[in-house]
């Protein structure tokens, strides 16, 4: 299947030149194009896209909230950050506004198009080491954890085992290195997985490594 993207960013020679690269991708089509927040956002709800490259700082309405507003309106669309530079100190903002991971602007095609595959197939998190460098500077930046009482209900209901893998996650380990850890076959730490997202009610990896550090199960360092 052809995975649709549309691509926001204020600035053209980035959005063309994303749009050429991917559209050379045999299973990758971009749909559209944004050239602010609130135009990504109309372009998710008129275009129904698998995934949205979403720039941070754009006119009108920055990428942060429109993360937020795509996510709110329950939109299939995952969001892939862009920036330029990896610890980019609204990156963290995005990821809690329900981005699903994150991607320099200097990527070659490769890695673009690797990337688009990755978070439209629901992995979603991109160089965990990286990812997790990123989480672990701005928490120490973010407010407070403030989980609503249903979070803090659903996380009771997590097993001893589910409670381990939620911290791993945190991590930044993969699937096979979670297997590997815990002595388990991999179908079983996708399980695990699974059942996680749905018990806490979270979209993807990268919101549970997210949820991990706020309800301090792990902490920065």
Not at 86 to 108: C, H
Not at 186 to 195: D, F, G, L
């Amino acid at each position: 299947m052809t995975i649709r993207v549309v691509v926001a960013d204020d600035q053209m020679m980035v959005r063309e030149g994303f749009s050429v690269l991917l559209n050379a991708m045999p299973d990758i089509e971009v749909v559209g194009e944004a050239v602010n927040g609130r135009e990504a956002v109309e372009r998710v709800r008129e275009l129904a896209p698998d995934v949205v490259l979403m720039d941070i700082r754009m006119p009108e309405l920055n990428g942060i909230d429109a993360t937020r507003e795509i996510v709110a309106a329950d939109a299939a669309a995952k969001v892939l950050v862009l920036t330029t530079f990896d610890l980019d100190e609204y990156v963290y903002q995005a990821l809690r506004a329900g981005a699903s991971g994150f991607l320099l602007k200097d990527a070659s095609a490769r890695q673009l198009a690797d990337g688009v595959r990755v978070v439209a197939s629901g992995e979603a998190l991109l160089a965990p080491s990286v990812t997790r460098r990123l989480i672990t500077e701005f928490s120490r930046l973010s407010e407070p954890p403030r989980l609503m009482p249903a979070a803090h209900t659903a996380y009771g209901e997590l097993t001893e085992r589910e409670t381990e893998v939620l911290i791993l996650i945190a991590q930044g380990l993969s699937n096979a290195e979670m297997a590997e850890r815990l002595v388990v076959a991999e179908s079983t730490i996708k399980t695990h997985v699974s059942r996680i997202l749905v018990k806490l009610g979270l979209r993807d990896r990268t919101q549970a490594a997210v949820f991990a550090y706020e309800a301090r199960l792990v902490t920065p360092g």
